[in-house]
């Protein structure tokens, strides 16, 4: 082999060689670029702090960057994404669903999240707004949001046909009441209206009854307050089978029936078992409240409260 050809040789070698090494370096680098993009991704972040790819996908798909940002600072705890995954979620309120959940251990995912929103995680009757009387059938009367003494809407006298003596409602309800009470007669159910419209002075009258028996925190358990009670309004109703005494009041056919069908007529029960901690009075099987037939087709079909749909579709 002649000199000439070795030397040739050396430089293919080392061409060769310093091509390697470049190699080497562009793609060290490109993997360190790689690398460090990688660790400024929200899906690196949360993988170290602990959360799955399930649990990422989750954050990603309801949260901003900016709450996706807020929520790295935090250790890993599971119950943020359950409460991502609640359709009412509010990210604001996110301090508040983890107190909540921490002091009332028992409560499920989607009962923080409705109890937190309608703001009954706080003490009743705090904070109290005085209630928006211009949604009409809408309005809402519960422990934060109250009538004044003065309010009285335009009333109707129930024919007896239809209920006791002596009970009015508004007049905004009474074709839909009437229609309803015809349609459980069809089906073989007398039901009449026990109690309708209730004044400021009545209700305070009872108040005060339930105040000088018991200790103010029960009486405020089973009796709003005055300018606080439904009645108010003429749209609160108490639904009952006529002049029958029942025992098992929801297993009764009765009551049944206006759990399948009061909603049809824009009805809703008020205040359902279960749900104390939301609307803040004691489960009433006969108590029902008009929303309006479009309202409680809603309702009924979420399975919402109107305090919660107040706050969701109302508000």
Known sequence: MTVKKLNIKKVVIAIV??????????????????????????????????????????????????????????????????LVKQEYFDFDKLNQYIEYS??????????????????????????????DVSKGNLMIVNKFYGLPSDYEPELILVSSTYAY????????????????????RDDGFTLVVSQG??????????????????????????????????????LGVDIEPYNKKVEDVTQSPEHKWLIDNAYKYGFILRYEEGKEDITGFEANDWRFR?????????????????DEYYQYYVK
Not at 48 to 72: H, M, P, R, W
Not at 165 to 184: F, H, P, Q, R, T
Request: cysteine-free; aromatic content about 14%; glycine content about 4%.
């Open 17 to 82: 060689l310093i091509l390697i090494v470049i190699l080497v370096i562009v793609f060290g680098f490109k993997k360190y670029i790689d690398d460090k993009k990688e660790k400024e991704t929200f899906e690196y972040k949360f993988g170290q702090i602990g959360y799955s790819s399930d649990e990422i996908t989750v954050f990603k798909n309801q949260l901003t960057e900016t709450q996706l940002e807020t929520l790295l600072n935090e250790e890993y705890n599971s119950l943020y994404v359950d």
């Open 102 to 131: 921490n002091n009332n251990s028992s409560a499920s995912t989607d009962k923080v999240i409705a109890v937190v929103n309608v703001g009954a995680n706080k003490n009743w009757y705090d904070d109290v707004e005085v209630t």
């Open 165 to 184: 003596a002596n009970k009015y409602v508004s007049v905004d309800i009474y074709d839909d009441l009437v229609g309803m009470l015809e349609a459980a």
């Open 197 to 234: 419209y209730r004044s400021y002075a009545d209700q305070e009258e009872t108040y005060n009854n339930y105040k000088s028996s018991y200790s103010t925190s029960e009486a405020d358990e089973f009796v709003a307050r005055p300018g606080h009670s439904e009645y108010q309004t003429g």
């Open 290 to 306: 008009y929303v309006g037939r479009n309202a409680a087709l809603q309702m009924h079909d979420k399975d919402l409260t109107f």
